[in-house]
T-cell receptor
């Protein structure tokens, strides 16, 4: 069993829809949770970063962490065609350097 | 500020050969991490170098090795290439202080025939 599970999709939504992306994990030691966006033929870019449980909002993006359920989510409001990309969740354990554990990514297409 | 650069962008090798990939981090960043990305496994951590020392290592065989130079540039070497080594190899740089934002390069696409 992989430590981080993510539904690969693909997910296709109309422009303006609310998108929900999710990951589950098995290691309760994870404390830092991140979402990256990866466009085709590019490296991943950091979207959101949260520590422990709770919500964090940045513009149209909201990240949620539920440590009791070992479940994290990324919500995208008013989705745009430019949001079409692969979204990767990542997590890490404090004081272990920069070893990140990634989900396999969810492919999202926003249809104009 | 210039981003993370990786060279070469594309490589084609045959089984049994070896390959060296290069990564130049963002200026001032001392940590370089390497990842292997494949469709089935996603991003898998190879190793991290900080101030010329390997600080973390993932679960890859010894055929995968790396090093970091005094200017923080890093190289990754894969010896005795196998078909399964075909992947996108990504390098990420950060300041290296506790958990930090990692900035990824565009990757090197390695194809092993």
């Amino acid at each position: 069993q992989k430590e981080v599970e993510q539904d690969p999709g693909p997910l296709s939504v109309p422009e303006g829809a609310i998108v929900s992306l999710n990951c589950t994990y098995s290691n309760s030691a994870f404390q830092y949770f991140m979402w990256y966006r990866q466009y085709s033929r590019k490296g991943p870019e950091l979207l959101m970063y949260t520590y422990s449980s709770g919500n964090k909002e940045d513009g149209r993006f909201t990240a949620q962490v539920d440590k009791s359920s070992k479940y994290i989510s990324l919500f995208i409001r008013d989705s745009q065609p430019s949001d079409s990309a692969t979204y990767l969740c990542a997590m890490s354990i404090p004081n272990t350097g920069n070893q990140f554990y990634f989900g396999t990514g969810t492919s999202l297409t926003v249809i104009p | 500020k210039a981003g993370v650069t990786q060279t070469p962008r594309y490589l084609i090798k045959t089984r049994g050969q070896q390959v060296t990939l290069s990564c130049s981090p963002i200026s001032g960043h001392r940590s370089v991490s390497w990842y292997q990305q494949t469709p089935g496994q996603g991003l898998q951590f190879l190793f991290e170098y900080f101030s010329e020392t390997q600080r973390n290592k993932g679960n890859f065989p010894g055929r995968f090795s790396g090093r970091q130079f005094s200017n923080s540039r890093s190289e990754m070497n894969v010896s005795t290439l196998e078909l399964g080594d075909s992947a996108l190899y990504l390098c990420a740089s950060s300041r290296g202080t506790s958990v930090d934002t990692q900035y990824f390069g565009p990757g090197t696409r390695l194809t092993v025939l």
